[in-house]
């Protein structure tokens, strides 16, 4: 079973608006964290913002923001005032534990965004 | 400090042939790991490692091997490549393998490798 679900395989937005990516996610444990990675054309995997899952508050980052709704367990990118750096493909991810506390990320299957000027 | 390296960045291989693709961190990271990426399927983990001497499998470790003996290098063996293992390679590295909570992954640039 899917873990991490990104619905969207490709979303457009005008430069400056805001746009939202969404991620669910399944599990089981009680403790676990959730990210956003941004990866470029140019192919690297950028960091982008981090959620725990006992954290009280949505992380901001910057222009970046975490809707985290927890009973729904998603875990949706904001992206305020988009700008045309902005155009990427964008993974969610989470972050397993083990019993034996070896953790392992799993990733979506991601999110191309397209920033129109 | 040069964060996660990784050589070389691209490779072409002929189907049997073997390779090391080298994986190197120097921020004292104890947790490191291996992904491929392959188009429309996201980033999968094929093997990763909690500290030196210590490895472990992930989601698709068949036809790879690791180890690794020291801190900041895990490099990722490939015995007898084949053309399904034509991918993007990315080497992440992160301080804890016990998963605290502010805990981060830093990626590496990638190795693209074709195997004809």
């Known amino acids: 079973a899917q873990k991490i679900t990104q619905t969207q395989p490709g979303m457009f937005v005008q430069e400056k608006e805001a746009v939202t990516l969404d991620c669910t996610y399944d599990?089981?444990?009680?403790?676990?964290?959730l990210f956003w990675y941004k990866q470029p054309s140019s192919g690297e995997m950028i960091f982008l913002i981090y959620?725990?899952?006992?954290?009280?508050q949505n992380a901001t980052e910057g222009r970046y923001s975490l809707n985290f709704q927890k009973a729904r367990k998603s875990a949706n990118l904001v992206i305020s005032a988009s700008q045309l750096g902005d155009s990427a493909m964008y993974f969610c991810a989470m972050r397993e534990v083990s019993q034996g506390g070896s953790e392992k990320l799993v990733f979506g299957k991601g999110t191309k965004l397209t920033v129109n000027p | 400090n040069a964060g996660v390296t990784q050589t070389p960045k691209f490779q072409v291989l002929k189907t049997g042939q073997s390779m090391t693709l080298q994986c190197a961190q120097d921020m004292n990271h104890e947790y490191m790991s291996w992904y491929r990426q392959d188009p429309g399927m996201g980033l999968r983990l094929i093997h990763y490692s909690v500290g030196a001497g210590i490895t472990d499998q992930g989601e698709v470790p068949n036809g790879y091997n690791v180890s690794r003996s020291t801190t900041e290098d895990f490099p990722l063996r490939l015995l007898s490549a084949a053309p399904s293992q034509t991918s993007v390679y990315f080497c992440?590295?992160?301080?804890?393998?016990?998963?605290?909570?502010?805990?981060?992954?830093?990626f590496g640039p990638g190795t693209r490798l074709t195997v004809l």
């Open positions: 992440a590295s992160s301080y804890s393998g016990a998963a605290g909570p502010t805990d981060t992954q830093y």
């Open positions: 599990t089981s444990d009680p403790s676990y964290g």
């Open positions: 959620q725990g899952s006992y954290d009280q």
